[in-house]
Protein backbone atom coordinates (compact mmCIF):
# COMPACT_ATOMS: atom_id res chain seq x y z
CA UNK A 1 0.00 0.00 0.00
CA UNK A 2 1.40 3.62 -0.48
CA UNK A 3 2.81 5.38 2.56
CA UNK A 4 0.13 7.38 3.98
CA UNK A 5 1.60 10.10 6.62
CA UNK A 6 -1.10 11.99 9.43
CA UNK A 7 -0.32 15.30 10.49
CA UNK A 8 -2.55 16.82 13.47
CA UNK A 9 -2.74 20.84 13.17
CA UNK A 10 -2.82 21.26 16.96
CA UNK A 11 -2.38 25.06 17.59
CA UNK A 12 -2.81 27.91 14.71
CA UNK A 13 -1.73 31.10 17.13
CA UNK A 14 -0.79 31.90 20.91
CA UNK A 15 -3.53 31.49 22.45
CA UNK A 16 -5.52 28.32 20.73
CA UNK A 17 -7.73 26.00 22.61
CA UNK A 18 -5.96 23.31 25.31
CA UNK A 19 -8.72 20.69 23.51
CA UNK A 20 -6.52 20.44 20.10
CA UNK A 21 -4.01 18.21 21.72
CA UNK A 22 -5.46 15.82 23.49
CA UNK A 23 -8.37 15.53 21.34
CA UNK A 24 -5.45 14.37 18.33
CA UNK A 25 -3.76 11.85 20.86
CA UNK A 26 -6.58 10.46 21.41
CA UNK A 27 -8.79 10.08 18.61
CA UNK A 28 -6.45 11.13 15.53
CA UNK A 29 -4.38 8.12 15.16
CA UNK A 30 -1.75 10.60 13.91
CA UNK A 31 2.00 10.19 13.18
CA UNK A 32 2.87 14.08 13.78
CA UNK A 33 1.42 17.48 15.23
CA UNK A 34 2.31 21.05 14.28
CA UNK A 35 1.79 23.85 16.66
CA UNK A 36 2.22 27.03 15.40
CA UNK A 37 3.13 29.89 17.81
CA UNK A 38 4.66 32.63 15.86
CA UNK A 39 3.22 36.23 14.64
CA UNK A 40 4.77 39.27 14.22
CA UNK A 41 3.90 41.04 17.71
CA UNK A 42 4.58 37.83 19.13
CA UNK A 43 8.37 37.71 18.41
CA UNK A 44 8.25 41.33 19.70
CA UNK A 45 6.96 40.23 22.91
CA UNK A 46 9.30 37.03 23.22
CA UNK A 47 12.26 39.56 22.56
CA UNK A 48 11.29 41.87 25.43
CA UNK A 49 10.77 38.91 27.76
CA UNK A 50 14.29 37.35 27.16
CA UNK A 51 16.08 40.91 26.99
CA UNK A 52 14.77 40.88 30.85
CA UNK A 53 15.52 37.19 31.77
CA UNK A 54 17.56 35.28 29.39
CA UNK A 55 15.79 32.17 29.82
CA UNK A 56 12.50 33.42 28.91
CA UNK A 57 11.66 34.16 25.48
CA UNK A 58 9.02 31.21 24.08
CA UNK A 59 5.51 31.07 24.89
CA UNK A 60 4.93 29.25 28.17
CA UNK A 61 1.82 28.10 27.11
CA UNK A 62 3.55 25.44 25.14
CA UNK A 63 5.91 24.01 27.71
CA UNK A 64 3.92 24.57 31.14
CA UNK A 65 0.85 23.58 29.66
CA UNK A 66 0.75 21.77 26.46
CA UNK A 67 3.54 19.50 26.91
CA UNK A 68 3.63 18.99 30.59
CA UNK A 69 -0.05 17.70 29.97
CA UNK A 70 0.58 15.99 26.80
CA UNK A 71 3.80 14.60 26.89
CA UNK A 72 3.18 11.15 28.16
CA UNK A 73 0.40 10.13 26.18
CA UNK A 74 2.78 11.57 22.91
CA UNK A 75 5.43 9.21 24.43
CA UNK A 76 3.47 6.41 24.57
CA UNK A 77 2.03 6.80 21.30
CA UNK A 78 5.43 7.03 19.27
CA UNK A 79 3.47 10.80 18.27
CA UNK A 80 6.07 13.08 16.90
CA UNK A 81 6.09 16.96 17.36
CA UNK A 82 7.20 19.73 15.40
CA UNK A 83 6.95 23.35 16.27
CA UNK A 84 7.99 26.95 16.17
CA UNK A 85 7.60 26.64 20.05
CA UNK A 86 11.10 27.77 20.20
CA UNK A 87 10.54 31.29 19.55
CA UNK A 88 13.39 33.86 20.14
CA UNK A 89 15.38 31.25 22.95
CA UNK A 90 14.77 27.46 21.17
CA UNK A 91 17.89 26.19 23.85
CA UNK A 92 15.85 27.80 27.01
CA UNK A 93 12.26 26.23 25.29
CA UNK A 94 14.22 22.90 24.95
CA UNK A 95 15.39 23.31 28.58
CA UNK A 96 12.04 23.75 29.83
CA UNK A 97 10.98 21.12 28.07
CA UNK A 98 13.57 18.34 29.23
CA UNK A 99 12.78 19.50 32.66
CA UNK A 100 9.42 18.98 32.49
CA UNK A 101 9.63 15.68 30.83
CA UNK A 102 12.60 14.33 33.63
CA UNK A 103 10.26 15.10 36.36
CA UNK A 104 7.50 12.87 35.01
CA UNK A 105 10.30 10.32 33.60
CA UNK A 106 10.00 10.52 30.17
CA UNK A 107 12.81 10.63 27.40
CA UNK A 108 12.46 12.00 24.26
CA UNK A 109 15.07 13.23 21.94
CA UNK A 110 14.36 17.08 21.31
CA UNK A 111 16.24 19.07 18.60
CA UNK A 112 16.19 22.55 18.01
CA UNK A 113 16.85 25.10 14.99
CA UNK A 114 19.56 27.88 15.26
CA UNK A 115 19.87 30.63 13.01
CA UNK A 116 16.85 32.83 12.25
CA UNK A 117 17.92 35.22 14.89
CA UNK A 118 19.77 38.46 13.45
CA UNK A 119 19.65 40.92 16.47
CA UNK A 120 23.31 40.29 17.22
CA UNK A 121 23.78 41.84 13.04
CA UNK A 122 20.99 44.72 13.29
CA UNK A 123 23.92 47.33 13.27
CA UNK A 124 25.33 46.20 10.12
CA UNK A 125 22.40 45.42 8.12
CA UNK A 126 21.01 49.16 8.84
CA UNK A 127 24.61 50.37 7.58
CA UNK A 128 23.86 48.86 4.85
CA UNK A 129 21.26 50.80 3.15
CA UNK A 130 18.18 47.75 3.40
CA UNK A 131 14.82 49.52 2.89
CA UNK A 132 11.92 48.24 3.47
CA UNK A 133 10.83 45.65 0.76
CA UNK A 134 7.26 46.65 -0.06
CA UNK A 135 7.27 50.35 1.09
CA UNK A 136 10.62 51.35 0.32
CA UNK A 137 10.45 52.88 3.53
CA UNK A 138 14.38 53.47 5.62
CA UNK A 139 15.34 51.56 8.24
CA UNK A 140 13.97 52.75 11.69
CA UNK A 141 16.34 54.02 14.45
CA UNK A 142 18.61 50.89 15.29
CA UNK A 143 17.73 51.63 19.14
CA UNK A 144 14.20 51.21 18.80
CA UNK A 145 14.70 47.70 16.81
CA UNK A 146 12.64 44.82 19.24
CA UNK A 147 13.18 41.65 17.04
CA UNK A 148 14.81 40.43 14.11
CA UNK A 149 13.88 36.65 12.32
CA UNK A 150 14.45 35.34 9.37
CA UNK A 151 11.79 33.45 7.68
CA UNK A 152 13.20 29.79 7.63
CA UNK A 153 12.20 26.80 5.18
CA UNK A 154 11.59 23.37 5.69
CA UNK A 155 14.77 21.70 4.79
CA UNK A 156 16.33 22.62 8.97
CA UNK A 157 13.05 20.13 10.17
CA UNK A 158 13.42 17.64 7.88
CA UNK A 159 17.09 17.15 8.82
CA UNK A 160 16.03 17.23 12.43
CA UNK A 161 13.79 14.35 12.11
CA UNK A 162 16.54 12.52 9.99
CA UNK A 163 18.93 13.12 12.71
CA UNK A 164 15.90 10.92 14.90
CA UNK A 165 14.61 13.49 16.75
CA UNK A 166 11.26 12.64 18.63
CA UNK A 167 10.45 16.63 18.80
CA UNK A 168 11.72 19.79 16.56
CA UNK A 169 11.71 23.43 18.04
CA UNK A 170 12.43 25.96 15.67
CA UNK A 171 12.31 29.80 15.79
CA UNK A 172 11.14 31.66 13.39
CA UNK A 173 9.70 29.24 9.79
CA UNK A 174 6.99 30.15 7.36
CA UNK A 175 4.51 28.31 9.27
CA UNK A 176 3.49 26.19 6.16
CA UNK A 177 7.15 24.53 7.21
CA UNK A 178 6.20 23.07 10.40
CA UNK A 179 4.33 20.68 7.90
CA UNK A 180 6.35 20.77 4.32
CA UNK A 181 9.53 19.58 7.01
CA UNK A 182 7.94 15.81 8.03
CA UNK A 183 6.60 15.63 4.54
CA UNK A 184 10.22 16.41 2.74
CA UNK A 185 12.02 13.92 5.49
CA UNK A 186 9.09 11.09 5.24
CA UNK A 187 9.17 10.92 1.07
CA UNK A 188 12.50 11.98 0.29
CA UNK A 189 11.98 14.84 -1.09
CA UNK A 190 14.90 17.14 -2.49
CA UNK A 191 15.06 20.74 -2.98
CA UNK A 192 14.24 20.83 -6.59
CA UNK A 193 10.92 18.78 -6.02
CA UNK A 194 9.37 21.81 -6.99
CA UNK A 195 5.70 20.47 -7.27
CA UNK A 196 6.24 18.30 -4.20
CA UNK A 197 7.45 21.16 -2.44
CA UNK A 198 4.32 23.40 -3.20
CA UNK A 199 1.83 20.46 -2.64
CA UNK A 200 3.84 20.01 0.97
CA UNK A 201 3.67 24.01 1.43
CA UNK A 202 -0.36 24.19 0.62
CA UNK A 203 -0.53 20.67 3.29
CA UNK A 204 0.96 22.87 5.44
CA UNK A 205 -0.51 26.50 4.97
CA UNK A 206 -4.28 24.52 5.59
CA UNK A 207 -2.77 22.66 8.91
CA UNK A 208 -1.53 25.77 10.08
CA UNK A 209 -4.38 27.59 11.24
CA UNK A 210 -5.76 25.18 13.47
CA UNK A 211 -9.55 24.87 13.31
CA UNK A 212 -9.83 27.71 10.63
CA UNK A 213 -9.80 24.64 8.29
CA UNK A 214 -12.50 22.66 9.76
CA UNK A 215 -15.29 25.10 9.83
CA UNK A 216 -13.97 27.72 12.32
CA UNK A 217 -14.51 31.18 10.58
CA UNK A 218 -16.58 29.67 8.07
CA UNK A 219 -18.81 32.08 5.76
CA UNK A 220 -22.21 29.68 6.09
CA UNK A 221 -21.50 29.73 10.03
CA UNK A 222 -25.03 28.26 10.92
CA UNK A 223 -23.88 25.03 9.01
CA UNK A 224 -21.28 24.34 11.17
CA UNK A 225 -22.35 22.00 14.34
CA UNK A 226 -21.06 21.94 17.56
CA UNK A 227 -18.43 24.93 18.20
CA UNK A 228 -17.70 24.10 21.65
CA UNK A 229 -16.08 20.39 20.42
CA UNK A 230 -14.78 21.85 17.19
CA UNK A 231 -12.48 18.90 15.82
CA UNK A 232 -9.01 20.05 14.85
CA UNK A 233 -7.81 18.73 11.18
CA UNK A 234 -5.86 15.50 10.46
CA UNK A 235 -3.97 15.70 6.78
CA UNK A 236 -3.64 12.09 5.56
CA UNK A 237 -0.35 12.96 3.12
CA UNK A 238 0.46 11.12 0.09
CA UNK A 239 3.97 10.61 -2.11
CA UNK A 240 2.84 12.58 -4.76
CA UNK A 241 1.93 15.42 -2.94
CA UNK A 242 -2.31 15.45 -2.90
CA UNK A 243 -3.80 14.81 0.72
CA UNK A 244 -7.10 14.47 2.59
CA UNK A 245 -8.44 16.89 5.24
CA UNK A 246 -10.18 15.02 7.95
CA UNK A 247 -10.36 15.39 11.64
CA UNK A 248 -11.37 12.88 14.65
CA UNK A 249 -14.45 11.17 14.56
CA UNK A 250 -17.28 12.28 16.90
CA UNK A 251 -16.03 16.26 16.84
CA UNK A 252 -17.48 19.11 15.83
CA UNK A 253 -16.94 21.45 13.00
CA UNK A 254 -17.12 20.96 9.33
CA UNK A 255 -15.12 19.92 6.68
CA UNK A 256 -16.05 20.73 2.99
CA UNK A 257 -15.15 22.09 -0.22
CA UNK A 258 -16.06 25.42 1.13
CA UNK A 259 -14.27 25.39 4.24
CA UNK A 260 -10.70 24.00 2.89
CA UNK A 261 -11.19 26.34 -0.31
CA UNK A 262 -11.46 29.41 2.10
CA UNK A 263 -8.24 28.64 3.90
CA UNK A 264 -6.52 27.85 0.99
CA UNK A 265 -6.72 31.33 0.38
CA UNK A 266 -6.35 33.02 3.39
CA UNK A 267 -3.25 35.53 3.91
CA UNK A 268 -2.44 35.11 0.54
CA UNK A 269 -1.69 37.30 -2.15
CA UNK A 270 -0.45 36.35 -5.40
CA UNK A 271 -1.91 32.50 -5.61
CA UNK A 272 0.54 31.77 -8.08
CA UNK A 273 3.18 33.51 -7.06
CA UNK A 274 3.01 32.78 -3.40
CA UNK A 275 6.75 33.12 -2.02
CA UNK A 276 8.44 30.84 0.23
CA UNK A 277 11.98 29.71 1.32
CA UNK A 278 11.66 26.40 -0.46
CA UNK A 279 9.09 26.89 -3.29
CA UNK A 280 7.24 29.66 -5.10
CA UNK A 281 3.93 28.12 -4.78
CA UNK A 282 1.34 27.96 -8.06
CA UNK A 283 -2.41 27.38 -6.16
CA UNK A 284 -4.39 28.50 -9.41
CA UNK A 285 -5.13 24.74 -10.64
CA UNK A 286 -5.64 23.16 -7.10
CA UNK A 287 -8.88 20.87 -7.08
CA UNK A 288 -11.07 20.02 -4.41
CA UNK A 289 -13.03 16.68 -4.17
CA UNK A 290 -15.38 16.31 -1.64
CA UNK A 291 -14.55 12.28 -1.17
CA UNK A 292 -16.83 11.39 1.84
CA UNK A 293 -17.93 13.26 4.94
CA UNK A 294 -15.56 15.87 6.70
CA UNK A 295 -13.13 14.93 3.95
CA UNK A 296 -12.02 16.59 1.33
CA UNK A 297 -8.84 15.45 -1.29
CA UNK A 298 -6.58 18.49 -2.22
CA UNK A 299 -4.38 17.90 -5.22
CA UNK A 300 -2.73 20.05 -8.50
CA UNK A 301 -0.56 22.38 -6.57
CA UNK A 302 2.13 23.57 -9.09
CA UNK A 303 5.91 25.01 -7.84
CA UNK A 304 8.85 27.18 -9.40
CA UNK A 305 12.51 28.12 -8.38
CA UNK A 306 12.10 30.26 -4.96
CA UNK A 307 14.19 33.16 -4.54
CA UNK A 308 17.58 33.65 -3.80
CA UNK A 309 16.45 35.69 -0.56
CA UNK A 310 15.02 34.92 2.80
CA UNK A 311 12.71 37.61 4.38
CA UNK A 312 13.22 38.81 7.59
CA UNK A 313 10.85 40.68 9.72
CA UNK A 314 12.07 43.17 11.91
CA UNK A 315 9.72 44.87 14.46
CA UNK A 316 10.53 48.34 16.20
CA UNK A 317 9.25 50.84 19.14
CA UNK A 318 7.70 53.50 17.03
CA UNK A 319 5.82 55.99 19.95
CA UNK A 320 3.04 55.14 22.28
CA UNK A 321 -0.51 54.66 22.27
CA UNK A 322 -3.82 54.70 24.61
CA UNK A 323 -6.70 53.58 23.77
CA UNK A 324 -9.93 55.08 25.62
CA UNK A 325 -13.62 53.38 25.56
CA UNK A 326 -16.69 54.71 26.52
CA UNK A 327 -20.34 53.75 26.05
CA UNK A 328 -22.86 56.42 25.04
CA UNK A 329 -26.54 55.48 25.28
CA UNK A 330 -29.77 57.03 24.05
CA UNK A 331 -30.91 58.64 20.76
CA UNK A 332 -28.31 59.92 18.52
CA UNK A 333 -25.94 57.83 20.01
CA UNK A 334 -23.54 57.50 17.02
CA UNK A 335 -23.61 61.26 16.45
CA UNK A 336 -23.24 62.24 20.22
CA UNK A 337 -20.43 60.20 20.25
CA UNK A 338 -18.40 61.35 17.83
CA UNK A 339 -18.66 64.86 18.74
CA UNK A 340 -17.06 64.07 22.33
CA UNK A 341 -14.48 62.14 20.90
CA UNK A 342 -13.40 65.07 18.68
CA UNK A 343 -13.80 67.77 21.87
CA UNK A 344 -11.80 65.50 24.02
CA UNK A 345 -8.94 65.37 20.97
CA UNK A 346 -9.54 69.12 20.69
CA UNK A 347 -9.07 69.60 24.74
CA UNK A 348 -6.28 67.97 24.93
CA UNK A 349 -4.30 68.90 21.97
CA UNK A 350 -4.54 72.11 23.54
CA UNK A 351 -3.27 70.59 26.52
CA UNK A 352 -0.50 69.01 24.73
CA UNK A 353 0.26 72.62 23.62
CA UNK A 354 0.56 74.35 27.31
CA UNK A 355 2.67 71.68 28.67
CA UNK A 356 5.50 71.71 25.34
CA UNK A 357 4.29 68.32 23.80
CA UNK A 358 3.95 68.62 20.25
CA UNK A 359 0.48 67.37 19.22
CA UNK A 360 -1.03 64.12 18.66
CA UNK A 361 0.94 61.60 15.86
CA UNK A 362 -2.45 60.47 14.91
CA UNK A 363 -5.98 59.75 16.11
CA UNK A 364 -9.15 57.42 15.07
CA UNK A 365 -12.55 57.61 16.55
CA UNK A 366 -14.63 54.48 16.19
CA UNK A 367 -18.42 54.32 17.11
CA UNK A 368 -18.71 50.48 17.84
CA UNK A 369 -22.37 49.95 17.47
CA UNK A 370 -22.68 52.15 14.38
CA UNK A 371 -21.21 49.63 12.02
CA UNK A 372 -17.95 52.19 12.22
CA UNK A 373 -15.78 49.55 9.65
CA UNK A 374 -18.23 49.84 7.18
CA UNK A 375 -17.66 53.37 6.04
CA UNK A 376 -20.51 54.74 3.80
CA UNK A 377 -22.03 51.23 3.67
CA UNK A 378 -23.16 51.26 7.42
CA UNK A 379 -26.58 50.99 8.39
CA UNK A 380 -26.77 51.26 12.33
CA UNK A 381 -25.85 55.04 11.88
CA UNK A 382 -29.38 55.94 14.14
CA UNK A 383 -28.42 53.44 17.31
CA UNK A 384 -29.26 53.88 20.14
CA UNK A 385 -26.43 52.18 22.05
CA UNK A 386 -22.95 52.33 21.31
CA UNK A 387 -19.46 52.34 22.74
CA UNK A 388 -16.98 55.34 21.76
CA UNK A 389 -13.33 53.85 20.90
CA UNK A 390 -10.83 56.96 20.74
CA UNK A 391 -7.04 55.87 20.15
CA UNK A 392 -4.19 58.72 20.13
CA UNK A 393 -0.51 58.18 19.14
CA UNK A 394 2.23 60.37 20.26
CA UNK A 395 6.08 60.03 20.78
CA UNK A 396 6.19 60.85 24.24
CA UNK A 397 4.85 58.76 26.43
CA UNK A 398 4.28 61.12 28.83
CA UNK A 399 1.88 63.25 26.88
CA UNK A 400 -0.48 59.76 26.78
CA UNK A 401 -1.24 60.95 30.83
CA UNK A 402 -2.32 64.37 30.15
CA UNK A 403 -5.39 62.05 27.21
CA UNK A 404 -5.65 59.72 30.35
CA UNK A 405 -6.45 61.94 32.59
CA UNK A 406 -8.90 63.79 30.50
CA UNK A 407 -10.45 61.33 28.93
CA UNK A 408 -13.83 60.57 31.59
CA UNK A 409 -14.38 64.22 31.93
CA UNK A 410 -17.32 63.66 29.42
CA UNK A 411 -18.71 61.73 32.20
CA UNK A 412 -20.24 64.98 33.67
CA UNK A 413 -19.89 68.19 31.08
CA UNK A 414 -20.51 66.33 27.54
CA UNK A 415 -23.22 63.89 25.89
CA UNK A 416 -26.27 62.90 28.00
CA UNK A 417 -25.84 59.31 28.04
CA UNK A 418 -22.03 58.75 28.46
CA UNK A 419 -21.45 56.45 31.22
CA UNK A 420 -17.71 54.80 32.34
CA UNK A 421 -16.10 51.60 31.40
CA UNK A 422 -15.22 48.69 34.07
CA UNK A 423 -11.48 48.54 33.01
CA UNK A 424 -11.15 52.13 34.47
CA UNK A 425 -8.34 54.62 32.82
CA UNK A 426 -7.30 54.15 28.99
CA UNK A 427 -4.18 52.07 28.91
CA UNK A 428 -0.20 53.31 27.98
CA UNK A 429 1.03 50.80 25.63
CA UNK A 430 3.91 50.24 23.09
CA UNK A 431 3.99 50.73 19.64
CA UNK A 432 5.25 48.08 17.63
CA UNK A 433 5.70 48.20 13.72
CA UNK A 434 7.04 46.12 11.12
CA UNK A 435 9.79 46.42 9.01
CA UNK A 436 10.20 43.51 6.08
CA UNK A 437 13.81 43.14 3.92
CA UNK A 438 15.37 39.90 1.94
CA UNK A 439 18.55 38.63 2.73
CA UNK A 440 20.93 36.96 0.70
CA UNK A 441 20.36 33.03 1.59
CA UNK A 442 24.16 33.07 1.47
CA UNK A 443 24.53 35.34 4.17
CA UNK A 444 23.02 32.77 7.03
CA UNK A 445 24.36 29.60 8.68
CA UNK A 446 21.58 27.66 9.47
CA UNK A 447 21.96 24.75 12.11
CA UNK A 448 20.43 21.33 14.28
CA UNK A 449 20.93 20.65 17.51
CA UNK A 450 20.31 17.50 19.17
CA UNK A 451 21.63 15.78 22.60
CA UNK A 452 24.76 17.83 21.95
CA UNK A 453 25.33 17.15 17.88
CA UNK A 454 25.24 19.96 15.96
CA UNK A 455 24.73 19.52 12.12
CA UNK A 456 25.19 22.19 9.40
CA UNK A 457 21.91 22.70 7.70
CA UNK A 458 22.48 22.45 3.38
CA UNK A 459 20.28 24.81 2.17
CA UNK A 460 19.99 25.24 -1.30
CA UNK A 461 21.30 28.63 -2.07
CA UNK A 462 19.74 29.25 -5.97
CA UNK A 463 17.04 31.13 -6.46
CA UNK A 464 15.98 32.00 -10.00
CA UNK A 465 12.22 32.39 -9.58
CA UNK A 466 10.85 35.18 -12.16
CA UNK A 467 7.44 36.37 -11.97
CA UNK A 468 7.48 36.89 -15.85
CA UNK A 469 7.37 33.34 -16.25
CA UNK A 470 3.96 32.80 -14.39
CA UNK A 471 1.53 32.51 -16.95
CA UNK A 472 -2.05 33.95 -16.21
CA UNK A 473 -5.14 32.45 -17.02
CA UNK A 474 -6.79 33.98 -19.61
CA UNK A 475 -10.34 33.03 -19.31
CA UNK A 476 -13.34 33.99 -21.56
CA UNK A 477 -16.05 36.46 -20.54
CA UNK A 478 -19.05 34.02 -20.72
CA UNK A 479 -21.26 35.93 -17.98
CA UNK A 480 -24.53 36.03 -20.61
CA UNK A 481 -26.82 38.83 -19.53
CA UNK A 482 -28.94 39.21 -22.29
CA UNK A 483 -31.84 37.64 -20.80
CA UNK A 484 -33.59 39.22 -17.52
CA UNK A 485 -31.50 39.89 -14.39
CA UNK A 486 -31.66 40.21 -11.12
CA UNK A 487 -29.35 41.62 -8.23
CA UNK A 488 -28.32 39.72 -5.54
CA UNK A 489 -26.00 39.43 -3.01
CA UNK A 490 -22.65 37.93 -3.58
CA UNK A 491 -23.27 35.77 -0.32
CA UNK A 492 -25.75 33.84 -2.46
CA UNK A 493 -23.26 32.69 -5.02
CA UNK A 494 -19.96 32.80 -3.17
CA UNK A 495 -17.60 31.88 -0.26
CA UNK A 496 -14.98 34.32 1.43
CA UNK A 497 -12.36 34.62 3.20
CA UNK A 498 -9.61 37.55 4.30
CA UNK A 499 -6.45 38.25 6.58
CA UNK A 500 -3.89 40.56 6.71
CA UNK A 501 -0.77 40.73 5.16
CA UNK A 502 1.20 43.81 6.56
CA UNK A 503 -0.60 46.83 5.23
CA UNK A 504 -2.40 44.63 3.25
CA UNK A 505 -5.83 42.58 3.22
CA UNK A 506 -6.62 39.84 1.07
CA UNK A 507 -10.14 38.74 0.23
CA UNK A 508 -10.76 35.26 -1.39
CA UNK A 509 -13.87 35.00 -3.20
CA UNK A 510 -14.90 31.24 -3.80
CA UNK A 511 -17.78 30.32 -6.45
CA UNK A 512 -20.31 27.93 -4.58
CA UNK A 513 -20.84 26.41 -8.46
CA UNK A 514 -18.74 26.89 -11.44
CA UNK A 515 -21.78 28.35 -12.94
CA UNK A 516 -21.98 31.03 -10.56
CA UNK A 517 -17.99 32.19 -11.55
CA UNK A 518 -17.94 33.76 -14.92
CA UNK A 519 -20.73 36.17 -13.15
CA UNK A 520 -18.23 37.24 -10.17
CA UNK A 521 -15.79 37.51 -12.33
CA UNK A 522 -17.95 40.24 -14.41
CA UNK A 523 -18.94 42.12 -11.52
CA UNK A 524 -16.27 41.85 -8.99
CA UNK A 525 -13.43 44.30 -10.75
CA UNK A 526 -10.42 45.56 -9.15
CA UNK A 527 -12.26 49.24 -9.74
CA UNK A 528 -15.10 48.08 -7.64
CA UNK A 529 -13.83 46.27 -5.11
CA UNK A 530 -11.54 49.57 -4.26
CA UNK A 531 -14.50 51.39 -4.51
CA UNK A 532 -16.40 49.22 -1.87
CA UNK A 533 -13.65 49.93 0.51
CA UNK A 534 -12.70 53.24 -0.42
CA UNK A 535 -12.81 54.19 3.62
CA UNK A 536 -9.86 51.75 4.13
CA UNK A 537 -7.31 53.13 2.15
CA UNK A 538 -7.60 56.63 4.15
CA UNK A 539 -4.31 57.11 5.91
CA UNK A 540 -4.32 57.25 9.74
CA UNK A 541 -0.88 59.41 9.44
CA UNK A 542 1.09 61.23 6.57
CA UNK A 543 4.38 61.24 8.75
CA UNK A 544 6.96 59.17 6.46
CA UNK A 545 8.24 61.48 3.54
CA UNK A 546 9.98 58.58 2.47
CA UNK A 547 6.73 56.82 1.33
CA UNK A 548 4.71 57.60 -1.54
CA UNK A 549 1.41 56.41 -0.95
CA UNK A 550 -0.01 54.05 -3.64
CA UNK A 551 -3.52 52.71 -2.64
CA UNK A 552 -4.35 50.25 -4.86
CA UNK A 553 -6.29 46.62 -5.16
CA UNK A 554 -5.13 43.36 -7.29
CA UNK A 555 -7.12 40.96 -8.38
CA UNK A 556 -5.79 36.92 -9.22
CA UNK A 557 -7.58 34.23 -10.94
CA UNK A 558 -7.83 31.35 -9.34
CA UNK A 559 -9.79 29.41 -11.85
CA UNK A 560 -9.20 25.75 -10.51
CA UNK A 561 -11.39 26.34 -7.53
CA UNK A 562 -13.36 28.87 -9.17
CA UNK A 563 -12.43 31.85 -7.20
CA UNK A 564 -10.93 34.94 -7.00
CA UNK A 565 -8.28 37.08 -4.52
CA UNK A 566 -8.47 40.53 -3.89
CA UNK A 567 -5.18 41.98 -2.36
CA UNK A 568 -5.58 45.54 -1.46
CA UNK A 569 -2.42 47.48 -0.45
CA UNK A 570 -2.28 49.80 2.24
CA UNK A 571 -5.40 49.22 3.36
CA UNK A 572 -4.61 48.81 7.37
CA UNK A 573 -3.56 51.51 8.02
CA UNK A 574 -0.24 50.68 8.54
CA UNK A 575 -0.71 46.96 9.46
CA UNK A 576 -1.71 44.64 11.51
CA UNK A 577 0.62 44.81 14.80
CA UNK A 578 0.09 49.17 13.94
CA UNK A 579 -2.91 49.93 13.09
CA UNK A 580 -5.71 51.90 14.96
CA UNK A 581 -8.39 50.02 12.72
CA UNK A 582 -10.87 47.99 14.62
CA UNK A 583 -10.23 45.24 12.07
CA UNK A 584 -6.70 45.19 12.66
CA UNK A 585 -6.02 41.65 11.26
CA UNK A 586 -9.21 41.93 8.06
CA UNK A 587 -10.95 39.72 9.53
CA UNK A 588 -14.12 41.24 8.60
CA UNK A 589 -13.27 42.36 4.91
CA UNK A 590 -14.90 39.27 3.60
CA UNK A 591 -18.28 39.02 5.12
CA UNK A 592 -18.36 42.95 4.15
CA UNK A 593 -17.50 42.37 0.60
CA UNK A 594 -20.07 39.26 0.51
CA UNK A 595 -22.75 42.00 0.96
CA UNK A 596 -22.09 43.44 -2.47
CA UNK A 597 -24.88 42.83 -5.13
CA UNK A 598 -24.29 40.84 -8.24
CA UNK A 599 -25.95 40.94 -11.60
CA UNK A 600 -27.04 37.46 -12.90
CA UNK A 601 -29.32 36.43 -15.19
CA UNK A 602 -33.61 35.65 -13.09
CA UNK A 603 -32.89 31.91 -13.50
CA UNK A 604 -29.71 31.38 -11.95
CA UNK A 605 -30.83 33.45 -9.20
Not at 145 to 165: C, E, F
Not at 384 to 407: M, S
Request: aromatic letters at 8%; a negative charge; hydrophobic letters at 40%.
Amino acid sequence: MAKTIRIGGAGGFLGDSSIAAPQLIAGGSVDYLIFDYLAEVTMSILTKTKSKDPTAGYPRDFTDWVWKDNLRALAEKGIKLVTNAGGVNPRACRARMEELAAEQGVSLKIAIVEGDDLMDRIPTLAASGVREMYSGETFPDVSAVTSANVYLGARPIADALAMGADVVITGRVVDSALTLGILEYEFGWEDDDFDHLSAGSLAGHINECGAQCTGGLFTDWQDVPDWAHIGYPVLECSEDGSFVVTKPAGTGGLISIGTVSEQMLYEVGDPQAYLLPDVACDFSQVKMEQIGENQVRVSGAMGRNPTDTYKVCTTFLDGYRAVGISPVLGMDAAAKAKRQAAAIIERTEELLRDRNFGPWRATHVDALGAETTYGAHARTTQTREVVCKVTVEHEDRAALDVFNREFYSPMTSMSVGTTGWPSGRPTISPIIRLFSFPIDKNDLNVQVDLGGETKAVDIAKTGGFDLSQVDRPNLADDANLSADTKKIPLIHLAWGRSGDKGDKFNVGIIARKPEYYPFIRRALTEDRVMDWFKHEFERDRDDRPDITPNPRVERFEVPGTNALNFLCHEALGGGGIATMRLDQLGKGKAQQLLEIYIEVPIGLA
